[in-house]
């Protein structure tokens, strides 16, 4: 089964560190996003892709988190320096413009920051 | 105002009952909808895809009426498996398919 790939699955941090979050979509897929799920806010878009360039971050604070593609297979969220409010699950999903825009999710990236 | 509004429940129901619930989205130039399913601690599902013509799988019926900006769902005969968070999606064309979640509608179905 495709399916969509997140490391590490979960992270404690301590305060003021850099968390490195990575996604590997489904193959073939050229659409990527980033989601941050918290009790509080539900699913909140962070920042989304199409073959690889943002085309949207607006969702994302931008003095401390920021998103990239390096190459098709690999899409990167960092965060730095983290802060206890950050602690959430991060989820990345891709899918396919023209497929009905359908998306599918990894598993989630649980980050505990203390 | 959210851009996708769900009442967020909880929804508590006997088994075999029938429960509905109701989105709806700001944006009147969204082009697809959804509903996902998300279980406690995992990822969100695609439960079905919405269409203005209805759609049906199984015990499932989903709407969208574009003129109210309204989506809805429909289970008929609840089961205990159906016990869950229902999250009402949208996509915009911004490019790309800018992907909205609703906050999402909890669901507990009891024996």
């Not at chain 2, 969208?64 to 996509?91: E, F, G, M, P």
């Amino acid at each position: 089964d495709a399916r969509v790939t997140q490391t590490p699955r979960h992270k404690v941090t301590e305060m003021g560190q850099e968390v490195t979050m990575r996604c590997q979509p489904i193959l073939g897929h050229n659409t990527v996003f980033w989601y941050r799920q918290t009790m509080m806010q539900g699913l909140e878009l962070l920042a989304y892709f199409r073959n690889r360039a943002p085309l949207d971050d607006s969702g994302m604070p931008k003095d401390r988190f920021s998103a990239e593609m390096p190459d098709a297979t690999l899409a990167t969220l960092k965060i730095q320096p983290s802060e206890p409010r950050d602690s959430a699950v991060y989820f990345c999903a891709s899918g396919f413009s023209g497929t009905g825009n359908t998306i599918y999710f990894g598993e989630g990236s649980w980050l505990t920051v203390v | 105002r959210k851009e996708v509004e769900q009442d967020p429940g909880p929804f508590n129901v006997p088994e075999g009952a029938t429960v509905a619930f109701n989105c709806t989205y700001s944006n009147s130039a969204s082009q697809s909808f959804f509903w996902y399913r998300q279980d406690c601690r995992k990822e969100p599902k695609l439960l079905m895809s919405v269409y203005s013509s209805g759609n049906e799988d199984g015990r499932f019926t989903a709407q969208l009426n574009r003129a109210s900006q309204y989506i809805s769902l429909l289970i008929r005969d609840s089961k205990l498996s159906d016990s869950a968070t229902y999250l009402c999606v949208v996509t915009v064309n911004t490019g790309g398919f800018k992907t909205i979640f609703g906050a999402g509608t909890r669901l507990f179905v009891k024996a």
